[in-house]
């Protein structure tokens, strides 16, 4: 339970920070368009940290990896399909 609330604090630490650069370059923040693309990403980091036996070959799910994934979200669900689809062609 504790990697889901790490991952689900590094989402959001990543979506405040998206909101705070805006903030700064004084541009809009498509509060809407960000609260779903964030939703998408901490989806997808929660079946990973669910299906973390199956990655093990992949990374070493810790509580740093798990803020980690969080934070980078659906670039990080991205990559892994990407690494197992050249693991299976080969």
Known sequence: MEF????????????????????????NFNLS???ITSLIGIISV???IYSAADFKATFELNKI????????GDSTFKNLVKSFQKKITV
């Open 46 to 48: 929660f079946l990973i």
């Open 4 to 27: 889901y609330i790490l991952a689900f604090i590094g989402a959001l630490l990543h979506f405040l920070f998206k909101w705070n650069n805006a903030r700064k370059r004084k541009v």
């Open 65 to 72: 990896s798990a803020v980690a994934l969080g934070y980078l």
């Open 33 to 35: 368009g960000q609260a």
